[in-house]
């Protein structure tokens, strides 16, 4: 449902398990990447100079050099694959840390009101209430047909694009919201 008038926007909504999914994706993509990237470039790396090391340490404990080789080849390959263990595992506790995030948050799927005026913005729950004033929200994106209103540069009241009753709605609504934060930051 949505109620639009020149200075107010509320909008009702009901957030779903995909509409979370598609927020945490957003805000991951959001964060730096590089230290990951870099421990696993630096990992796969090390990898070399270890099997290396143990082939060496293979060939001076064995006069076989097939033995030897072996070892090596073993080494770099179970490193390779704790490596790839190591990333599955992270994949798999990140997907069951927010799903218990969601379960432990009281009325998750409750819907929701979010009231866009010219005080701010407020979220209304069944439990709760909280608002922010425009000086505190830091930009408003669109991405994966949600519309982003963040509070910092870590966190976002979540609209739904659905939630809006047509394009035009949902149009409007951020060019409101653009406006309001052009008028709390002036040049």
Do not use: C
């Not at 957003?26 to 990951?36: D, E, K, T, V």
């Not at 070399?48 to 060496?56: E, S, T």
């Not at 080849?73 to 840390?97: E, H, N, P, W, Y």
């Amino acid at each position: 449902m949505t109620d639009t008038t020149p200075d107010r926007i509320a909008v009702t909504f009901n957030l779903t398990a995909d509409d979370y999914t598609r927020y945490y994706a957003i805000l991951r993509r959001g964060q730096s990447n590089w230290a990951n990237f870099i421990a696993y470039v630096a990992t796969l790396f090390g990898a070399i100079p270890v099997a290396l090391m143990f082939r060496a340490l293979g060939a001076r404990l064995s006069d076989d050099p097939q033995a030897a080789d072996l070892i090596g080849k073993f080494s770099l390959a179970a490193f390779l694959l704790g490596t790839i263990a190591i990333v599955v595992a992270g994949s798999f506790t990140r997907k069951t840390a927010i799903r218990k995030h969601l379960t432990g948050t009281p009325n998750a799927f409750e819907s929701k009101t979010a009231v866009i005026d010219a005080a701010g913005v407020t979220l209304i729950g069944q439990i709760s209430q909280a608002t922010w004033q425009w000086a505190a929200i830091t930009r408003s994106t669109s991405d994966r047909d949600l519309l982003l209103i963040w509070i910092g540069q870590s966190w976002a009241v979540v609209i739904p694009r659905r939630s809006f009753a047509n394009d035009g709605a949902y149009d409007a609504a951020q060019a409101y919201i653009r406006a309001r934060l052009a008028e709390a930051r002036p040049a």
